[in-house]
């Protein structure tokens, strides 16, 4: 069974950083891409930043030159450095790996901005 665990998240003061970790277990092979989804309540959940097997990243403007994404030395590892928080970064984050036909997802770590 496919598991996403996500740990790092937490409460922090704006201009804070934060760490998030994702580790899957499971998977007998790397994911084509992982990746770091938000939601708030009443939105949808957004992309926040991804990085694919070929270590392609991609970000969401909102977070671009702030937030980091990075791959672990072990399989199917990802972190979120997240840097110069702002409230409107507060939400649940979701870890997410994808194979060609399926897509996983963890229980989501919450991160809550303070000002």
């Known amino acids: 069974q496919v598991q996403l665990a996500e740990s790092g998240g937490g409460l922090v003061q704006v201009g804070g950083s934060l760490r998030l970790s994702c580790v899957a277990s499971g998977v007998a092979v790397n994911f084509n891409s992982m990746a770091w989804y938000r939601q708030v309540p009443g939105k949808e959940r957004e992309l926040v930043a991804a990085?694919?097997?070929?270590?392609?990243?991609d970000y969401a403007d909102s977070v671009k030159g702030r937030f980091i994404i990075s791959k672990g030395n072990t399989k199917n590892t990802v972190y979120l450095q997240m840097n110069s928080l702002k409230p409107e970064d507060t939400g649940i984050y979701y870890c997410n790996g994808k194979l060609v036909r399926s897509n996983y997802w963890g229980q989501g770590t919450q991160v809550t901005v303070s000002s």
């Open positions: 990085i694919s097997i070929g270590d392609y990243t």
